[in-house]
């Protein structure tokens, strides 16, 4: 349940807009309820009309409304909040977003959050990037972020899976001022034929079951940026359209005549070499040199280990929320051992890492035995400094078994601290020390009753 009154006292105006106009006077009237000024609108054109009579703080737009650019352009010097379509995210660029349907507080939350970046914005204080780290790596990747962003140069994001590759992309779109979309293609998802149509679209008849003309990304990135990632996977046909249209910003759509011509960025990325591609005669070395404009590498995460914390302490607030449950953090244990793994699957592993102690973790704190097996040295390994693991330190790959031996005698004495004691051939004044050396709390580690 929300609290009303912790709302009241820093009322907003905030205009709702959605094509259900039902839906939008309705989260209108609560937003009210809590004590905003807030208004509903059915159209750009009406949310356009109502931000020309009167300024507002925040606009809750929704993602998939037609014409959402036009929303986006003229919200002035409000913050912007995008609900996300499940089909389609990122499809406008804000300073905030959730994913419909959203609760409660989270809604709440990002309207505070657009607001502050708004303020931000208006006082010319730099908005805080989601690409997380102060590791001199990431400092410097961001530096050139920040001086490319602004201008139509082509830019090649390069780095091992999983190192945020896209995460850069789209901190690059929301620096340029571009107020069209983000558009992002999986290039390696699809098939040569299935890839073109996706690019440029095709009209009615150009094969079997195009029973209607369909728009490309290349058209729904105009004004914006797209986004192709695994670039490296194009086949050689494929190659050659990519340079006309890199060159000339125009093609055709498949089985059609009419020549189309856009104003977009473009975002390219991989994790293959594609200097080694060239040589090998896989890649286009014209197409290369097109591409490779301003080139930016993501440092994998081993290589900034002093990143990890802050990292997994992001990732788990996230979790946390998702999961229901109220997690504070992580014991010294914990983090010693995500900061020794070698995360072979960078930030995505570790994203997955920390989400899954969330989900099956009892306690408090992320304990060792909350974390994967991979993680705290008990199962197999691929990939990272030349496929070797990186072992653990000796204090936390001990922790372990000592820690499992514990829960498991609680677990079989129905969490009772005496008995699990006694199975242990302790006391339970040693039993509690030993806990405490460990990080664990013997009080949250009951199950509810």
Not at 93 to 114: C, E, N, T
Not at 217 to 238: K, N, S, V, W
Not at 270 to 291: M, N, P
């Amino acid at each position: 349940m929300i609290d009303n009154s912790s709302h009241a006292s820093s009322a907003m105006r905030l205009l709702v807009v959605d094509d259900d106009r039902r839906k939008a006077s309705h989260l209108a009237q609560w937003l009210c309820g809590l004590g905003h000024h807030a208004s509903a609108a059915g159209t750009a054109a009406e949310a356009a009309q109502a931000l020309a009579r009167a300024a507002c703080d925040v606009i809750i737009l929704d993602g998939a409304i037609a014409d959402a650019q036009r929303v986006a352009a003229a919200a002035g010097g409000a913050g912007l909040l995008v609900l996300l379509p499940a089909a389609e995210p990122a499809a406008v660029v804000g300073d905030a977003a959730v994913a419909s349907p959203v609760r409660d507080a989270d809604l709440l939350a990002a309207i505070d959050q657009a607001r502050s970046a708004a303020a931000a914005r208006a006082a010319g204080a730099p908005v805080a990037s989601p690409v997380l780290g102060s590791h001199p790596a990431i400092r410097r990747v961001l530096e050139v972020v920040g001086r490319i962003a602004a201008t139509p140069a082509t830019v090649l994001v390069t780095g091992e899976s999983g190192t945020g590759k896209s995460l850069l992309a789209r901190e690059i779109h929301r620096q340029s001022g571009r107020i069209g979309r983000f558009v992002e293609v999986a290039c390696g998802a699809l098939s040569e034929t299935l890839l073109e149509s996706e690019l440029f679209g095709h009209v009615a008849g150009a094969f079997t079951g195009a029973t209607a003309d369909r728009e490309g990304r290349f058209l729904q990135a105009d004004g914006g940026t797209i986004f192709l990632d695994e670039i490296a996977t194009a086949t050689p046909a494929m190659q050659v359209k990519l340079l006309r249209v890199l060159q000339d910003m125009a093609f055709e759509p498949v089985g059609g005549s009419r020549t189309h011509a856009v104003d977009a960025r473009v975002i390219l990325a991989t994790h293959e070499s594609l200097e080694q591609l060239v040589a090998d005669g896989r890649f286009r070395a014209d197409l290369y040199w097109r591409i490779n404009v301003v080139t930016v590498e993501m440092p994998p995460l081993r290589s900034r280990p002093s990143d990890i914390p802050l990292l997994a302490t992001h990732f788990l607030a996230a979790a946390a929320a998702k999961a229901g449950r109220r997690v504070e953090g992580f014991t010294p244990a914990a983090l010693e051992a995500l900061v020794s793994h070698g995360w072979p699957g960078n930030v995505r592993e570790l994203e997955h890492a920390v989400g899954r102690a969330a989900f099956l973790g009892r306690g408090s704190l992320v304990d060792v035995c909350d974390l994967p097996p991979s993680v705290i040295g008990r199962g197999p390994v691929v990939g990272g400094d030349g496929g070797q693991r990186v072992a653990p330190p000796l204090k936390a790959a001990m922790a372990v078994p000592e820690r499992q031996l514990i829960l498991e005698a609680l677990e079989r004495s129905n969490w009772r601290r005496d008995a699990a004691a006694r199975a242990l051939g302790i006391n339970r004044t040693t039993l509690y020390k030993k806990a405490k050396r460990l990080g664990m709390n013997l009080a949250d580690l009951a199950p509810d009753r």
